[in-house]
């Protein structure tokens, strides 16, 4: 199974980027997925997660309003639209697959640099 995330960055406040985790080796439609951030000296914390139909998501208090998660799985992919960011954004974010009762996945990690 891998998990692999793409489009992190250096962008100023205010920015958008977008974020994309492509899943392999698993049955993608069966996954609930997440991402999560972790910012230095911090624990790492859940900010957006969607259902395995797409049909339910859930976001951190802190990124309501400015990003939203997404996924197709007829493209294995789930991905975090993050506008209007900011400073406190900055952390490496990570894509998480978990199925019922199943084992859980994590990707490797992009870096997300909100800095003017």
């Known amino acids: 199974v891998q998990l692999v995330?793409?489009?992190?960055?250096?962008?100023q406040p205010g920015g958008s980027l977008?974020?994309?985790c492509a899943a392999s080796g698993l049955t993608f439609r069966r996954y609930d997925m997440s991402?999560?951030?972790?910012a230095p000296g911090l624990e790492r914390e859940l900010v957006a997660g969607i259902s395995?139909?797409?049909g339910s998501t859930n976001y951190a208090d802190?990124?309501?309003g400015r990003f939203t998660v997404?996924?197709?799985n007829a493209k294995n992919t789930v991905t975090l639209q993050m506008n209007s960011l900011k400073p406190e954004d900055t952390a490496v974010y990570y894509c998480y697959a978990r199925?019922?009762?199943g084992p859980i996945y994590w990707g490797q990690g992009?870096?997300?640099t909100v800095s003017s």
Not at 5 to 11: I, K, M
Not at 35 to 38: A, E, M, P, S, V
């Open 52 to 54: 395995n139909s797409g």
């Open 18 to 20: 977008r974020l994309s």
């Open 99 to 101: 199925s019922a009762g």
């Open 5 to 11: 995330e793409s489009g992190g960055g250096l962008v």
């Open 35 to 38: 991402w999560y951030r972790q």
């Open 62 to 64: 802190s990124v309501k």
């Open 70 to 72: 997404s996924r197709d």
């Open 110 to 112: 992009t870096q997300v």
